[in-house]
């Protein structure tokens, strides 16, 4: 049974920093693409950034520039560093792993999601 675990959410001031984790774990045969996605209230849930298993990445234009996804492979963890954030960057932060369980099965799984709450 895959498991995603996210952690590092919290209350920061605008121009502050947070680093968000999310861990996958349990009957993982491989990891695919990575990404991270946001919820706004009364929002749409929306792309923040993805990450291939080659390691190309791909970011919403509001966050370019102040946002960065990683991965490691080893901990089968993705990261999303993000600076000089934003009160309009306020939302519940989930993270999105394509794991495949078997060599013909894999399937994008959700983590519970982090509130990232950003104060002017």
């Known amino acids: 049974q895959v498991q995603l675990v996210e952690s590092g959410g919290g209350l920061v001031q605008a121009g502050g920093s947070l680093r968000l984790s999310c861990a996958a774990s349990?009957?993982?045969?491989?990891?695919?693409?990575m990404g991270w996605y946001r919820q706004a209230p009364g929002q749409q849930r929306e792309l923040v950034a993805t990450i291939t298993s080659s390691g190309s990445t791909n970011y919403a234009d509001s966050v370019k520039g102040r946002f960065t996804i990683s991965r490691d492979n080893a901990k089968n963890t993705v990261y999303l560093q993000m600076n000089s954030l934003k009160p309009e960057d306020t939302a519940v932060y989930y993270c999105n792993i394509v794991v495949s369980t078997s060599r013909y099965f894999s399937n994008g799984y959700w983590g519970q999601g982090t509130q990232v709450t950003v104060s002017s």
């Open positions: 349990g009957g993982i045969f491989s990891i695919n693409a």
